[in-house]
């Protein structure tokens, strides 16, 4: 079974964590700021109003203070549930690579438990029970894996390991033409999107047909000419097909717009431009030697060039 990708969630970091207390701030915002007018542009008030000026006040004020106060803690226990739900990931993260599939799936549950609405916990989830199901050969297993990889789409329809964990499942639960037309409709939802035809490419090629994989690829780079995953694919694609010159060249510009979003990626890219540049190089020096090609006899000459 081809695999697929697995996602650690790691905990947040103090700059993320204070990203998302401001998003959250945004989102549960209730007082407008066309609601201030009245105390930062006060209008002015005759002696006479002075009191009833001095009633009003106060009872904004609190209004404000309470509002800010429900918002902060909306905010920290939003927050509290991102960083728990994070750490959990992690734990369970660490648990699966260690191979103890059981204990990892205790820790995603956690993690779901903890924050209901991230994406990761139910993708990481449906993988360790997937993965676990197919160890057991247990039908009842991949059946529970299914349904929290549509879970996952369901809080986030473009996660893109959950599309491939998902399909590989299409796949080996003999449900191929599922898993195209999962693929084809996320493409045809996202039609500016590459990441949906990365992974169309993907499912073509290991359904023997490159061809087709490799159209889907182009169209990707064309899509979004600074998708280092799609370069790469391209140029794993297009020299596995004979084509290292073109190989060369893709594996060039997914180091040149990746960097270190390739991950462990990149040192395998870096890799095969050092491998095929000794490719072809010896190539030309084969092709150079096999012509007996000579550097021509210089023949004498007189100038007032130089």
Known sequence: MPAHAYRQTAPLSPPDRQSEQETARARLTVVHPEDFVAVTQPSPVSPSDRSALGLQRPLFTWM????????GMVVATLSGCHWAAGSQNTQGAA??????????MEQFQK????????PDGY?????TTHRLGNQRQDPNLIRQSEALYNQCLDHDPNHIDCHRGLAVLLVDSGRPDRAFTLMKNWAAQNPTSSEPRIELARLYE??????TALKYLEDAVQQDANNPRA?????????????PVQALQNYQRALAVG????????????????ALSRQLNAANDARLNAGGTQIATPIPFGSTRY
Do not use: C, F, K
């Not at 290991?206 to 061809?211: L, M, T, V």
């Open 111 to 118: 993690a779901i438990a903890s924050n209901p609405q991230d």
């Open 64 to 71: 404000v203070l309470i509002t800010s106060l429900l918002i």
């Open 95 to 104: 648990l699966y690579n260690q191979g103890q599939y059981t204990a990892a």
């Open 123 to 127: 993708y990481n989830l449906a993988a």
């Open 259 to 274: 960097g270190g979003a390739l991950g462990p990626n990149g040192p395998m890219a870096t890799e095969r431009v050092a």
């Open 231 to 243: 370069w790469l694919a391209l140029a794993r694609l297009r020299e596995t097909g004979g084509d």
């Open 206 to 211: 290991e359904h023997g047909e490159p061809e």
